[in-house]
């Protein structure tokens, strides 16, 4: 696959993911602009070093696009304010894991 091609499914890719961790958020959904911005001060940039590798001290452009995704993907929780204090989680069923109980008595080796 090209490096454009990568670009642009990284680029699709991070606005699905914005899709569905802030579903029904209007405010959070602007994250589109702030996605938008940075793709575009970056879309002149041909050298495939910059784009893929580090260079000096700045990140690797696809490497953190990437993460983003990840990181929103598995980590980030829609909360809804249902009253002054009080807020409702709403997980998405790809973060729900089986929940494993804790036992306070361990076991015994034989």
């Known amino acids: 696959?090209?490096?454009?091609?990568?670009?642009?499914?990284l680029f699709k890719t991070l606005h699905r993911t914005r899709?569905?961790?802030?579903?029904?958020?209007?405010?959070?959904?602007?994250?589109?602009?702030?996605?938008?911005e940075e793709f575009k001060s970056n879309k002149n940039e041909t050298s495939p070093k910059k784009i893929e590798e580090e260079i000096l001290?700045?990140?690797?452009?696809?490497?953190?696009?990437?993460?983003?995704?990840?990181?929103?993907?598995?980590?980030?929780i829609q909360g809804i304010h249902t009253d002054h204090d009080t807020l409702k989680?709403?997980?998405?069923?790809?973060?729900?894991?089986?929940?494993v109980p804790y036992c306070d008595i361990p076991t015994q080796k034989q």
């Open 89 to 99: 989680l709403v997980p998405r069923k790809d973060l729900l894991m089986e929940n």
């Open 57 to 76: 001290s700045s990140p690797k452009l696809m490497k953190t696009g990437s993460d983003v995704e990840l990181l929103l993907r598995t980590s980030v």
């Open 1 to 9: 696959m090209g490096q454009a091609a990568k670009v642009l499914q």
């Open 19 to 36: 899709q569905q961790v802030f579903k029904n958020d209007a405010r959070a959904l602007e994250a589109r602009i702030k996605i938008n």
